[in-house]
């Protein structure tokens, strides 16, 4: 594999992770607040994400590549409302996409197609949580400044059940 391509996907494992530490720190601020519904979404959300690491983990490891584990940030984010986790995971999902999208570049640049071919499935998949995270801000404009509305939300929210990734390697 280049090398290129393959540390860019061993920075990926560690971004995923961090987004797993991002989203359980917002499943832990919507706790404080007593939005259990939020914070089981943000919770599944956090396994999702872990499970986007252990795919790249694994496809490097699949691809006979070394894989480097490095420090995970920590998350650093303050709330001040409910709506800025959901503002705050909007920008972040659009930043991964960017992170995607460089790696496909790289692999593209040296035709490396099996990765691009990994890379399809995580390219839909950042549409949807763009998409996903998009609607949670409308939804909150919406119902989040009334009582009743914001239960509602929260229980809708907290029907999420994890279920694993469609992606097999
Ligand atoms: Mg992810």
Known sequence: MDSKVASLINQQINKEFYSAYLYLDFA?????????????WYKIQ??????????FYQYLQNNGQKVTFEAIDKPDKEFSDNMDPLKAGL??????????????????????FRTMQLLDWFVKEQGEEEKNASDMVTKMELF?????????????LGARVYSAPSLTL
């Open 28 to 40: 832990n601020y919507y706790a404080s607040v007593g939005l259990d519904g939020f914070e089981n």
């Open 46 to 55: 956090a396994q999702e994400e872990r499970d986007h690491a252990m795919l």
């Open 91 to 112: 920008e972040h999902e659009k930043y991964v996409t960017s992170l995607i999208n460089e790696i496909y570049a790289a692999a593209f640049d040296v035709k490396d």
């Open 144 to 156: 989040g400044s009334d009582a009743k509305g914001l239960y509602m939300l929260n229980s809708e």
